[in-house]
């Protein structure tokens, strides 16, 4: 079983920055697509960003310019930078592991940033 562990949330003031990390445990990081999702109160969950085995990212609008997704296949680990932060960047986080050519979805357990002050 895949398991992934992101650590890095926290509060933070607008216009702060702050870096999500996942940790994935086995062998197969470098065929997982990898993404970063995030929830806030009494919306659904919306993809932030994506990052593909080839390195090829992806943003959703609203963060483009100010986040960037990043990947360590030696450490098994995937970033997410945040900057500029904003009061509506606030919401629970969650890493997504997604093996090629599968249909298997992991995800983690979701850090919180608030961005408050």
């Known amino acids: 079983q895949v398991q992934l562990v992101e650590s890095g949330g926290g509060l933070v003031q607008p216009g702060g920055s702050l870096r999500l990390s996942c940790a994935v445990s086995g062998s197969g990081f470098s065929i997982y697509d990898m993404a970063w999702y995030r929830q806030a109160p009494g919306k659904q969950r919306e993809l932030v960003a994506s990052?593909?085995?080839?390195?090829?990212?992806n943003y959703v609008d609203s963060v483009k310019g100010r986040f960037t997704i990043s990947r360590d296949n030696a450490k098994n680990t995937v970033y997410l930078q945040m900057n500029s932060l904003k009061p509506e960047d606030t919401a629970v986080y969650f890493c997504n592991a997604r093996p090629i050519m599968t249909k298997l979805n992991f995800w983690g357990q979701g850090t919180q940033v608030t961005v408050s002050s």
């Open positions: 990052i593909a085995t080839d390195g090829l990212t």
